[in-house]
């Protein structure tokens, strides 16, 4: 399984509703326990992420790895919502996860090959 190595975002967790309830009369509630884990939600924000190309102008994945927008789109395609990576989580330990939702970005106005601030969505998977 490949490894997320993409380290500069910032986090958020959303974790489901994960039991069944029932409301009977007079305000009473009966919730169930769930049959298995939840499957929680990680948002990954990332602010700084540049396209690079190379001196013929060919876009490359190699300088400055960790915020190249390329190199992430091409982590991206090897995955897509379906197979699973290990995400390395401050304060989790290491994920596994899979795209939640696709990949989605904007190139900045200024026309230098940097990306407007973007999320990604994960979830765990057992």
């Avoid at 948002?43 to 400055?64: N, P, S």
């Avoid at 596994?96 to 999320?119: C, H, I, M, N, W």
């Amino acid at each position: 399984m490949e490894t997320f190595d993409f380290p500069y975002f910032t986090w958020g967790v959303r974790y489901p509703e994960s039991s069944a309830g029932v409301k009977f009369g007079r305000g009473w509630e009966f919730t169930s326990a769930p049959k298995g884990p939840d499957q929680v939600t990680y948002v990954l924000k990332f602010e700084t992420m540049k396209f690079f190309t190379d001196g013929a102008g060919q876009v490359e994945d190699t300088t400055q790895p960790k915020i190249n927008i390329h190199r992430l789109e091409l982590f991206y395609n090897r995955h897509r919502l379906w197979k699973r990576f290990t995400l390395p989580l401050p304060g989790h330990g290491s994920l596994s996860v899979r795209f939640a939702k696709p990949l989605e970005y904007a190139v900045a106005k200024d026309g230098r090959g940097t990306v407007d601030s973007f999320q990604l969505e994960v979830i765990t998977q057992p």
